[in-house]
């Protein structure tokens, strides 16, 4: 049995492909991660846990109006993601693939995660929002261990910000020294004069 991150309340979409793509596409960026992460965890889920999670933190803060309850990105902020990540791909270039695959329609201006994420791992969405989604029994262990995940990521964001501090801090005191050593030398200079 493969491992689950998250049992849902409502373990299955209703209606059409579509319908059940757009269903998963209005969940909240985390529960999204989730359901990809449950689809996909034999595949490559697993092995991508971090990076995926990395993402639902970025979409989060992306998401001004929404924060962690929002689903999707407006297409600037969904640009603003990309590049974050290097991506070479446009959001247009996104959703011509998607389009191609029978994913949407014509008229999707925002990016909700899952659509990302079905494009970046070149994941069958019909597939993904067909995957059962564990069972209660796995719930206790995917908890902690998407936990300890989650911790290792803020510790991680925590460093880095701790690092950035110093750097700004050395930069101002190399900054402190060259003034009171170029004040010194025009003292010097003036007494010398």
């Given at each position: 049995v493969p491992f689950r991150l998250h049992s849902h309340p409502k373990m299955s979409l209703q209606g059409t492909n579509i319908q059940k793509l757009e269903e998963l596409a209005k969940k909240p960026h985390k529960e999204q991660a989730i359901w990809f992460l449950n689809a996909f965890w034999t595949d490559f889920g697993e092995r991508e846990a971090e990076k995926i999670w990395q993402y639902v933190h970025k979409?989060?803060?992306?998401?001004?109006?929404?924060?962690?309850?929002?689903?999707?990105?407006?297409?600037?902020?969904?640009?603003?993601?990309?590049?974050?990540?290097?991506?070479?791909?446009?959001?247009?270039?996104?959703?011509?693939?998607?389009?191609?695959?029978?994913?949407?329609?014509?008229?999707?201006?925002?990016?909700?995660?899952?659509?990302?994420?079905?494009?970046?791992?070149?994941?069958?969405?019909?597939?993904?929002?067909?995957?059962?989604?564990?069972?209660?029994?796995?719930?206790?262990?995917?908890?902690?261990?998407?936990?300890?995940?989650?911790a290792a990521v803020r510790e991680s964001e925590a460093r880095s910000q701790a690092s950035k501090e110093a750097a700004r801090e050395a930069k101002a005191r190399e900054a402190a020294a060259k003034a009171a050593e170029a004040e010194a030398k025009a003292r010097e200079a003036a007494a010398l004069a």
């Open positions: 979409f989060t803060s992306l998401d001004l109006q929404n924060g962690a309850s929002g689903y999707e990105l407006d297409e600037l902020n969904a640009h603003r993601f990309l590049e974050s990540f290097g991506e070479t791909m446009t959001v247009r270039e996104m959703r011509e693939t998607l389009r191609s695959k029978g994913a949407i329609g014509d008229k999707v201006k925002a990016v909700p995660l899952i659509h990302y994420l079905s494009i970046r791992y070149d994941a069958d969405w019909q597939l993904l929002v067909n995957a059962p989604q564990g069972k209660q029994e796995d719930v206790v262990e995917a908890m902690k261990k998407l936990e300890e995940v989650q």
